[in-house]
């Protein structure tokens, strides 16, 4: 099983809203990943995983929480969004950290996110 | 920044065509890889490019590497409709933990 899943396919929240997003891998990878993609641009890293303890936060807004409750799950909680936060959200995986771009991410299909 | 520039930004070739896009970056790498992905859906990887490595083939694609001029090239031969899509080059810092993509090309093949 070489998938990644995500749920849901799309989300409208209101600004006031709390709302979380999951992506699930069952390829027994040690590392995932949180991406941000707004149109025509490419991904946005905002947090990785590597075996369930955050490695890396690219200095993302806390009304945006990551959590990691084991090696196969991962969330993103939401709240207090702003509408300029509306975007494509991918979730990733690879067997371990990137080491130097050795690994491939297999990505999730992403969540639509609109925040009115 | 390690981030890729690629160009074009976009392209727009016949069916059957051959289509060239290309990625330059800004520090040693070790490795480049190619992703794809179709409109508003999730990243697929094509193919892992080694820094010792100068051409590498898979199906339609190929990929070369020039780590003299920072720069890599993706060949999709024989294009079909269903190539449509957004191409991305990633690469990753010596000691980096991250992948970091360049802008992407915006491929459109015409029937």
């Known amino acids: 099983d070489t998938e990644v899943t995500q749920t849901p396919k799309h989300l409208v929240m209101g600004m006031t809203n709390k709302k979380s997003l999951k992506c699930e891998q069952h390829?027994?990878?040690?590392?995932m990943y949180w991406y941000k993609q707004k149109a025509k641009k490419p991904p946005e890293l905002m947090f990785v995983?590597?075996?369930?303890?955050?490695?890396i936060n690219e200095s993302v807004p806390s009304r945006f929480s990551p959590e990691c409750p084991n090696s196969s799950l991962l969330n993103l909680h939401l709240h207090a969004l702003q509408p300029e936060d509306s975007a494509l959200y991918l979730c990733?995986?690879?067997?371990?950290?990137?080491?130097?771009?050795?690994?491939?991410?297999?990505f999730g299909p992403g969540t639509r996110l609109t925040v009115t | 920044s390690q981030q890729g520039e690629e160009d074009p930004q976009a392209l727009s070739i016949q069916e059957g065509e051959n289509a060239t896009m290309n990625c330059s970056y800004k520090?040693?790498?070790?490795?480049l890889q190619w992703y794809r992905q179709n409109s508003g859906r999730g990243l697929v990887h094509l193919i892992l490019?080694?820094?010792?490595?100068r051409e590498k083939h898979s199906g339609r694609l190929r990929v070369t590497l020039d780590t003299s001029k920072k720069s890599s090239s993706l060949l999709i031969t024989a294009s079909r409709a269903a190539d449509t899509a957004s191409y991305f080059c990633?690469?990753?810092?010596?000691?980096?933990?991250?992948?970091?993509f360049g802008q992407g090309t915006r491929l459109t093949i015409n029937p």
């Open positions: 990733a995986s690879s067997q371990d950290l990137p080491r130097q771009g050795y690994y491939e991410q297999y």
């Open positions: 390829m027994g990878h040690r590392a």
């Open positions: 995983y590597s075996y369930e303890k955050l490695s």
């Open positions: 520090t040693s790498i070790n490795n």
């Open positions: 490019i080694r820094s010792n490595e």
């Open positions: 990633a690469t990753a810092n010596q000691g980096a933990q991250k992948l970091v």
